[in-house]
């Protein structure tokens, strides 16, 4: 008789629980020897969840190789390697049947052949698809006992590390905090900066440019500070979700602090002395931005307003286009670089008065501008996609963590710290792709005529302030490329850099036209 093996692991973790590849591979090959049968061939997914038949390569050529008839018999060390859910295995032996090839497990001594060992073969994948469902429900159920004991079971967390204090079997073990002390300072300083009046954005450069890194090994943000400022883990509690009163609960943690009282209540006092309340939103458009490139980095510049009182107590607003690096990553990235936009505007317009006036080029705007915009649907679309398959590869992660779980072969502290991980990643994906799909409907009602165009060109000048803003940016950007500016910001130096599909429609046909006096 010949026979197949195949052979399958999740991950290469197993290698230290005995389900390696060669483990199964020395017993299928064993029993296949005592049984005098041939070998065939040996199938191998290596890495790969059980969770679904058609993500994995090597079952896919074992079903075809089966349909041609080359092997009697397929081998698995147990019947959760072939697969893990009902569906799949029913209609992977339904497959194997048909083409009067047989399945048998050398763990699980059951005649397939038969009503009762088909039977059982269902029952013993019901079991363990029910089994992976509510391993969830389990474990949500153990994090909040352990939270109301006072056990911190999240994700990691700077200046603290996960030991085992006790080990009942791989999948259940008792762990608890312990202070990493280099970490622990780091978080220490954090709160003294902050409590001596830092702001975040100072800390966060004083962080970066001293080349410290966050838990994973990321450059800080301001949100990972604010994050750390407000995690009462740091004094020794645990907060918790309670859902039978809908609100979050503090309880006494078992692990040492590593923040004071006083130091935190300095702190929290700090924050809330430093809530502002909100500013009102200043309603300009600006059509430069994206656009306008720093002179010191070449990234896009991003708007920025600020307000002064005069002497005459009359509050002013100055409105800027700032580097968009500096703004995010802070000054050990860049600089602010600001650009007063109403004067960059200015010159930028009055050179488009004159390019658009022209009239070649009127009706190639309307259709530049619904062009610009069907491709950023286009674009969109693509993000959408993308946004969708990173979410379905976390929950396919997700789930890869329950079958090692499952399986024993991942310890309870590493499972609930990736699927807390994972979590955060999911809802992460759900909420851009939820804004993706509204920028998607927006764009559908923005497409304009030539009528509106021509409307709005006639007196470009005195309508273009009070025109709707997304026109304006669609106009702009459906004409210009890039607007740059030397490192002296010297407005002498702007250079307009069209379109590539415009120039051949500019009288002097330049790629670019410089400011002169």
Known sequence: MLVALYIRVSTSEQAEFGFSVPAQNKLLKEYAQQNNWMIYDIYTDNGLSGKSASNRPELQRLLEDAKLGKFQKVLVWKINRLARNVIDLLEITEELKRHQVSLQSISEQFDLSSSLGQFTLQMMAAVGELERKTIAENIQMGRHQRNKRGIYCGASILGY???TIAYQSQRRKTTELYIIPEEAQLVRSIFLMYSEGKGLKAIVNFLNINGFQSKHQKHFSISTIRKILNNPVYIGNIQYFEPSIQQNVTVEGHHEPIISMNLWNKVKKSV????????????????????L???ICDSSMIPFNTSQQRKSGQRVTYHYYICNQYQNKGIAVCRPNSIPADKIEQLILSKLKNIINHPSLLKDIVSRINSSLEEKQKMLQ??????????????SKKQRCFSLFEDEVMDKATFVDRISSYKEQEASFSKEKEQVEIEISQLKLKLVSFQEVQSLLIK???????APEEQQKVLVKSLIEKVTINQDREFESVKIFFQPEILPLIADGSNSLQHQN
């Open 161 to 163: 590390e996960t030991r």
């Open 382 to 395: 693509k993000q959408f996609s993308s946004i969708n398959k990173q979410l379905k590869e976390t929950k």
């Open 460 to 466: 470009f000048e005195e309508l273009w302030p009070t």
């Open 272 to 291: 809330k002395n430093n809530q502002k309340k909100p500013t009102k939103v200043i309603e300009r458009c600006y059509p430069l931005s994206s656009i």
């Open 293 to 295: 490139r720093c002179p």
